[in-house]
Structures are given as structure tokens and as C-alpha cells.
């Protein structure tokens, strides 16, 4: 039921028990438990300056080197230009949420435009 440790002539276990002050286990923290790391496992010194570099290439090739291409700039056209309805949808809720929350608010702008639209599929539908 003992801990036994290796003959060093043989190589065989003997009977004898480990004295634990002077095992490998001794010099085992519980922190190297719960941090994963042991007092071996250091942080290597190049770390930080791999790993900025590393951010600075890829933001250097994805924000100024990289050509835009199709999907980048159907990202960049307005949802209400795909969606059909939805600015109307849109403006009739903002005037709606101005007119009952913030009666300061000028709305005739979005007014002018909700106008702007209907009108353009009375046209349509014509």
C-alpha cells in the first residue's frame, strides 16, 4: 500500500515507502494546481512583442492593404434599400415614438420623407 521507488542498480521497485520531504511532490504549490502553470511554466520573454506584432500585421493587411471586393460592398449599401418597406416602416415608428416621448423633437423632415415614399408608390402601383 505504499509508495515505492526504483532501485537505481536494478531498476526493479522496492518495498520501501517515499519520504514525501523529499519527493517532487514537496515542491508542488496547490497555486500551480489552479493557475495550470508550474513553477517551470513561465511566460517565454518574446511573448508580448509576438503577439502585437502579430495584431499589427493583421490589422496593417484587413484596414489598409486588403482591396474591398463584392460582399464588402453590399455590407456597406443601407438595410432599407434591400428590404422592401421597411423605411416607411421605420419612419412611421420614429414619428410615432417623437411625437408621444419627445414633443420638443421636430419631425417634419421624416415627415416630408414618409411622404416622399408613399407617394412614390402610389406611383408605382399605378
Known amino acids: ?16 515507502p517515499i519520504k514525501y520531504s523529499t519527493s517532487k511532490a514537496a515542491d508542488w504549490k496547490a497555486e500551480y494546481s489552479f ?6 511554466d513561465v511566460s517565454h520573454p518574446y511573448q ?9 500585421v493583421f490589422l496593417i493587411y484587413f ?33 410615432e415614438y417623437y411625437k408621444n416621448n419627445d414633443s ?3 419631425t417634419k423632415a421624416m415627415e416630408e420623407r414618409l411622404r ?3 407617394s412614390q408608390k402610389q406611383v408605382i402601383n399605378s
Do not use: C, F, W
Not at 532501485?7 to 522496492?14: A, I, R, T
Not at 508580448?48 to 499589427?56: D, N
Open 1 to 16: 500500500m505504499y509508495a515505492t521507488k526504483k532501485s537505481q542498480d536494478d531498476g526493479d521497485l522496492s518495498d520501501e
Open 35 to 40: 493557475s495550470g502553470q508550474t513553477r517551470e
Open 48 to 56: 508580448p512583442l509576438v503577439i502585437v506584432s502579430s495584431l499589427a
Open 63 to 95: 484596414g489598409y492593404l486588403r482591396e474591398e471586393n463584392d460582399i464588402d460592398e453590399q455590407l456597406s449599401t443601407p438595410l432599407h434599400h434591400r428590404i422592401e418597406g421597411l423605411e416607411e416602416l421605420q419612419l412611421k415608428n420614429a414619428i
Open 104 to 106: 420638443s423633437y421636430d
Open 116 to 118: 416622399e415614399i408613399r
